[in-house]
């Protein structure tokens, strides 16, 4: 079954730092999105990307964060210079997409534990 | 104000004991979409169940059945006769038209302990 790989899973980074957080969506898949879930927290949306642009953001995904789709496989987010308070779990996850007219469920990653320190 | 309730944070159960765990949520719109995702120690997050505002059918799928009731905005998970396997934090989420459902709202998760 087709699934969403994402590396690392676990990264440790030193404040100010710049991490790429890498994810390979379901193939067949045209909408991609990151996730960030703080430690015994609940899951918080940050972006939506589709035809290679942001379709929707939340107010967490400020200036210090982008997305990128470098190649026809590869999902990337990027925080340029991190804080204490970016340490989290980073889930990527995509879909068919509903415009598309596939499903609307999200698949999800195994996740990537960023910490920062 | 939160779009997805799911009041109980923790419960414990005794293997082979039904569980139901509740999630409330809150719209304006006419079209959504509800969701339970399962997160189990390993972290990941799986996919269990959609439901869209048009169809309250309840479901069932072996141990597990949903309760969907626009009236009371209740998207209730039921596990029968629960196993240690299903220990885990259970999601609620919600997608809505405007953002083309592409914008998943969660709750703040249950986590279901099951006991042998």
């Known amino acids: 079954e087709p699934e969403v790989t994402q590396t690392p899973s676990h990264q440790v980074t030193q404040m100010g730092q710049e991490v790429i957080l890498r994810c390979v969506p379901i193939s067949n898949h045209l909408y991609f999105y990151w996730y960030r879930q703080i430690l015994g927290q609940k899951v918080e949306f940050l972006v939506s990307?589709?035809?290679?642009?942001?379709?929707?953001k939340s107010e967490i995904f400020d200036d210090q964060f982008s997305v990128e789709r470098p190649d026809g496989s590869n999902f990337t987010l990027k925080i340029r210079s991190t804080k204490l308070e970016d340490s989290a779990m980073y889930f990527c996850a995509s879909s068919e997409g509903f415009e598309r007219g596939g499903r609307v469920e999200q698949y999800f990653g195994p996740g990537t534990r960023l910490t920062v320190t | 104000a939160q779009k997805v309730t799911q009041a109980q944070t923790e419960i414990s159960v005794v293997e082979k004991e039904d569980v139901t765990l509740d999630c409330v949520y809150e719209?304006?719109?006419?079209?959504?979409?509800l969701f339970w995702y399962k997160q189990p120690p390993s972290g990941e997050l799986v996919f269990l169940i959609r439901r869209n505002s048009f169809d309250e059918q309840n479901e069932i799928s072996g141990r597990y059945s949903w309760n969907f009731q626009k009236s009371t905005s209740s998207f209730n998970f039921t596990i029968t006769a629960s196993q240690v396997v299903d220990s885990a934090v259970y999601f609620c989420?919600?997608?809505?038209?405007?953002?083309?459902?592409?914008?998943?709202?969660f709750g703040s998760g249950t986590k279901l302990n099951v006991k042998p």
């Open positions: 989420a919600l997608s809505e038209a405007p953002d083309n459902f592409n914008k998943f709202y």
């Open positions: 990307f589709y035809n290679n642009e942001i379709s929707e």
């Open positions: 719209t304006r719109d006419t079209t959504y979409y």
